[in-house]
Nanobody, 127 residues
């Protein structure tokens, strides 16, 4: 059973940067897809970025050129480096993990294919 714990959220002014971390226990990254999602009150959870096998990355349109998803396999930790943050980026950010299977190979943003979720970390971006 994979367990995930996010950290690194906080408050930042517009234009600033944050790096989120997700510590994973119970599985190695090589066997799993890892992803970041985010959610704001009253809105559906949306995918931010995903990291698959062989380092394949996928970014949502709003994250392109601003966010970077990486992993440190030696520490079983996933990261999300966020730059040029804007108030619209304010949300609870969740880390997710799912077994590398055909669904995620083709649709890395399919939330239902991820079977482990962290508790989330809050990001607040002020004007």
């Amino acid at each position: 059973q994979v367990q995930l714990a996010e950290s690194g959220g906080g408050s930042v002014q517009a234009g600033g940067s944050l790096t989120l971390s997700c510590a994973a226990t119970g599985a190695t990254h090589e066997n799993y897809y890892m992803a970041w999602f985010r959610q704001t009150p009253g809105k559906a959870r949306e995918a931010v970025a995903a990291l698959g096998r062989e380092g394949r990355t996928t970014y949502n349109r709003f994250a392109q050129d601003r966010f970077t998803i990486t992993k440190d396999s030696t520490k079983n930790t996933l990261f999300l480096r966020m730059t040029s943050l804007q108030p619209d980026d304010s949300a609870v950010y969740y880390c997710a993990a799912g077994p590398a299977e055909q669904r995620l190979e083709h649709f890395p943003f399919m939330a239902g294919a991820y079977d482990a979720w962290g508790q989330g970390t809050q990001v607040i971006v002020s004007e």
